[in-house]
């Protein structure tokens, strides 16, 4: 059978016009009454009786218009359902929101030309992945170790040292020394409030005072006010090599803190390797080597 005519005389059926029924399928009105007169040729009797610009349906009409509509709604919701699938070539990441601002997005583009069948969608959060329970295939994690049940793969070691713009230390505060910074302006991630005091320890300076103290939600906005010239953040190292480089920012003190936590990309131990997976992680483990001194 002649999937055009079905078509076109189950539109007309449906909306008991031929004009709405070209309207419907894109096309003109004289190509839908072609199609269902090449099916009436095939079938051997009229499905539609043409009274001036309506049309109605004959009793063979009427036979054949409902199971040909259920077949169509048929289709169409089997389409939908395909279309709404997840694909096997998309990989979802749920990624501390700094890790993915500032170690993943500027190495993105990278993956994208180097695989560009496979999509990634990445969502951000400070909460731990269950991932038995959760549509995610990678996570990241903060920690000394993976806890059971979790693969992973360490991106970087949890170092840490001042940062500031150069303007700010040219015109607002020079920093000769560590002590210098009890004339400044302290910028915190809340997510990390002891970095300071850790670093500052580590200098010989526990009992510092600074000027002015400013919170941010997260380590990225701490970076953006340094950047701005707010003040001097205290920042992982990792998260701001791009911008030593440029000059955007500068480190006044070589002096660089350190913890037993490393930073992971995580996933279910029992999981299943798919392609994506197995080309995305032999990615970032390039990406890591290439990051390594």
Same mark, same amino acid.
């Given at each position: 059978?002649?999937?055009?005519?079905?078509r076109a005389?189950e539109?007309?059926?449906?909306?008991?016009?031929?004009?709405?029924?070209?309207?419907?399928?894109?096309?003109?009105?004289?190509a839908v009454?072609?199609?269902?007169?090449?099916?009436?040729?095939?079938?051997?009797?009229?499905?539609?009786?043409?009274?001036?610009?309506?049309v109605?349906?004959?009793d %063979?009409?009427?036979?054949?218009?409902p199971?040909l509509?259920q077949?169509?709604?048929?289709?169409?919701?089997?389409?939908?359902?395909?279309?709404? =699938?997840?694909?096997?070539?998309?990989?979802?990441?749920c990624?501390?929101?700094?890790l993915?601002?500032?170690?993943?997005m500027?190495?993105?583009?990278?993956?994208?030309? %180097?695989?560009?069948?496979?999509?990634?969608?990445?969502?951000?959060?400070?909460?731990?992945?269950?991932?038995?329970?959760?549509?995610?295939?990678?996570?990241?994690?903060?920690?000394?170790?993976?806890?059971?049940?979790?693969?992973?793969?360490?991106l970087?070691?949890?170092v840490?040292?001042?940062?500031?713009?150069?303007?700010?230390?040219?015109d607002?505060?020079?920093?000769?020394?560590?002590?210098?910074?009890?004339?400044?302006?302290?910028?915190?991630?809340?997510?990390r409030?002891?970095?300071?005091q850790?670093?500052? %320890?580590? =200098?010989?300076?526990?009992?510092?005072?600074?000027?002015r103290?400013l919170?941010?939600?997260?380590?990225?906005?701490?970076?953006? =006010?340094?950047?701005?010239?707010?003040?001097v953040?205290?920042v992982?190292?990792e998260?701001?090599?791009?911008a030593?480089?440029?000059?955007?920012?500068?480190?006044?003190?070589?002096?660089? =803190?350190?913890?037993?936590?490393?930073?992971?990309?995580?996933?279910s131990?029992?999981?299943r %390797?798919?392609?994506?997976?197995?080309?995305?992680?032999?990615?970032?483990?390039?990406?890591?080597g290439r990051?390594?001194?």
């Amino acid at each position: 059978m002649p999937l055009l005519g079905l078509r076109a005389f189950e539109a007309v059926a449906r909306h008991q016009s031929v004009t709405h029924a070209a309207l419907e399928l894109c096309v003109t009105p004289g190509a839908v009454s072609q199609q269902v007169k090449l099916l009436e040729d095939l079938v051997g009797v009229p499905l539609l009786r043409r009274k001036g610009r309506s049309v109605e349906l004959t009793d %063979a009409g009427e036979v054949l218009r409902p199971p040909l509509t259920q077949a169509f709604h048929s289709m169409e919701l089997a389409l939908s359902a395909i279309a709404r =699938a997840p694909r096997h070539d998309t990989l979802k990441l749920c990624l501390l929101p700094t890790l993915a601002e500032k170690w993943l997005m500027p190495r993105l583009s990278r993956f994208h030309g %180097a695989h560009p069948e496979l999509d990634i969608q990445i969502m951000t959060s400070f909460r731990e992945i269950r991932f038995e329970a959760e549509d995610v295939d990678m996570a990241s994690y903060m920690g000394q170790e993976l806890p059971p049940g979790l693969d992973g793969l360490r991106l970087f070691d949890d170092v840490y040292q001042p940062v500031c713009s150069p303007a700010f230390l040219r015109d607002t505060c020079p920093l000769k020394t560590p002590a210098d910074l009890a004339k400044a302006t302290l910028l915190h991630s809340v997510r990390r409030m002891d970095d300071w005091q850790r670093w500052l %320890a580590l =200098a010989g300076l526990a009992k510092l005072r600074p000027q002015r103290n400013l919170s941010f939600e997260n380590s990225s906005l701490a970076i953006q =006010a340094a950047v701005d010239g707010l003040g001097v953040a205290v920042v992982q190292c990792e998260y701001v090599k791009e911008a030593l480089k440029t000059g955007t920012l500068v480190a006044p003190f070589e002096l660089a =803190a350190r913890s037993d936590t490393g930073y992971y990309l995580v996933w279910s131990s029992q999981r299943r %390797a798919t392609p994506a997976f197995q080309s995305f992680l032999h990615w970032v483990q390039e990406e890591v080597g290439r990051a390594s001194p």
